[in-house]
Antibody, heavy 121, light 107 residues
Framework: EVELLESGGGLVQPGGSLRLSCAASGFTFDNYAMSWVRQAPGKGLEWVSS????????FYGDSMRGRSTISRDNSKNILYLDMKSLRADDTALYYCAKVSVAAYNGYFDFWGQGTLVTVSS | DIQMTQSPSSLSASVGDRVTITCQASHDVSKYVNWYQQKPGRAPKLLIY???NLGPGVPSRFSGSRSGTDFSLTISSLQPEDTATYYC?????????FGGGTKLQIK
């Protein structure tokens, strides 16, 4: 059974940094791309970033490009998102999602329950 | 960026009704559109992938179709548990983009 468990969210001041983690199990981790998708309170879904199964290719949406770094540790089956220069509009529930293929261009077939990031002074 | 224009933004229907939600892509995205269901307080769940393929474990009352850059999600006979927000998403090109969502309520 596929399981994705996010952690690392919390309250951070504007301009601060945070590292999100997603522990994956139930599938061959390095065979699949992984993504981060966020949802601001009461709003829709927004793609943040994706990384290929090997970790050699990564892609970012406009909202966090230059302020975030996606990475993965295939020996530990963990996905990361390092975020810096956080702003109030980064406040959201951040979901980890498994992609159906090794590259970015597939569908999100499994989702974690999300980790909440709140940016506020 | 490819815009996914979803309509309606909200919808109320009765149990047993046939319900259709549409999504129009601003550019050709071939068949690369997926649909997700998000129930209140829950993570999204895959319903339809590649425009018309049913996701694993998804009831057969859900179906998807494509006509050019127009995509539809249809529920053939609405059930109480279908109360949720539905999102379309394209993956033909980066950035990956979602529609604005359709909130479906049962009358």
């Amino acid at each position: 059974e596929v399981e994705l468990l996010e952690s690392g969210g919390g309250l951070v001041q504007p301009g601060g940094s945070l590292r999100l983690s997603c522990a994956a199990s139930g599938f061959t981790f390095d065979n699949y791309a992984m993504s981060w998708v966020r949802q601001a309170p009461g709003k829709g879904l927004e793609w943040v970033s994706s990384i290929s199964g090997s970790g050699g290719s990564f892609f970012y949406g406009d909202s966090m490009r230059g302020r975030s770094t996606i990475s993965r540790d295939n020996s530990k089956n963990i996905l990361y998102l390092d975020m810096k220069s956080l702003r109030a509009d980064d406040t959201a529930l951040y979901y980890c999602a498994k992609v159906s293929v090794a590259a970015y261009n597939g569908y999100f077939d499994f989702w974690g329950q999300g980790t909440l990031v709140t940016v506020s002074s | 960026d490819i815009q996914m224009t979803q309509s309606p933004s909200s919808l109320s229907a009765s149990v047993g009704d046939r319900v259709t939600i549409t999504c129009q892509a601003s550019h050709d995205v071939s068949k690369y559109v997926n649909w997700y269901q998000q129930k209140p307080g829950r993570a999204p769940k895959l319903l339809i992938y590649d425009a018309s393929n049913l996701g694993p474990g998804v009831p057969s009352r859900f179906s998807g179709s494509r006509s050019g850059t127009d995509f539809s999600l249809t529920i053939s006979s609405l059930q109480p548990e279908d109360t949720a927000t539905y999102y379309c998403q394209q993956y033909d090109d980066l950035p990956l983009t979602f529609g604005g969502g359709t909130k479906l309520q049962i009358k």
